[in-house]
């Protein structure tokens, strides 16, 4: 119980993080009015794919069993069969460093389409905002760019880490897959 209420907890908080980069705005003045001059911040998730790498991951994993099947089927080959058998076991640490480094591909992926540095650096120089210490443009860009990849680490790691513990904890401690399923995965993410 304890460990499922943790876990609950660590996913609502790594949900919810998000890294705030201070911005600041241009002092504007028209006629006897200051406007601007405020310091906002420009939130980035740290889990800003969600729970889509953790779903591709697991749809593409499927693919290998089915291909070493079909190779066991027809050719009898005994290799075939035990790495259909790998894939085809949840709790092997095979199939969940392929699983944990999938999730990583995904997460970097998805938060590349998804996220464009340079349109966000562009927008902020419309909007006479900057980044104190970066100047407007390429730099603002740059800097995006890297605090995005540091974070989508992070990100990545926490759903390798929620991904796998129904896994680990139905091998490890020897708990059917049913009930283990309930202390991560992606319905956890999604609820």
């Keep these: 119980l304890f460990l499922f209420v943790a876990v609950v907890v660590g996913v609502i908080a ?63 080959a005994s290799w075939a069969g035990n790495l259909a058998s790998t894939f085809q076991n949840h709790r092997s640490w095979m199939y969940n460093m392929m699983y944990v480094a999938m999730i990583y591909v995904f997460c970097y992926f998805w938060v590349a389409i998804t996220f464009n540095p340079k349109e966000i650096a562009d927008n902020l120089k419309d909007y006479g905002s900057f980044i104190p210490g970066y100047r407007p443009g390429k730099r603002t860009a740059d800097y995006l760019e890297r605090v ?14 929620i991904a796998i513990i129904p896994n680990v904890i139905s091998s490890e401690l020897e708990i059917d897959y049913r009930v283990a399923s309930f202390y991560g995965g992606t319905g956890l993410l999604i609820t």
């Design 14 to 76: 790594m949900t919810k993080a998000q890294r705030r980069i201070p911005t600041q705005s241009a002092k504007h003045v028209r006629g006897r009015r200051v406007y601007g001059g405020t310091r906002q911040f420009l939130p980035m998730k740290v889990n800003a794919a969600g729970g889509m790498p953790v779903i591709f991951a697991s749809t593409l994993l499927i693919l290998p069993m089915f291909v070493f099947n079909m190779i066991f089927s027809i050719t009898s």
């Design 148 to 161: 995005l990849m540091r974070i989508t680490y992070v990100g990545a790691a926490f759903l390798a880490l």
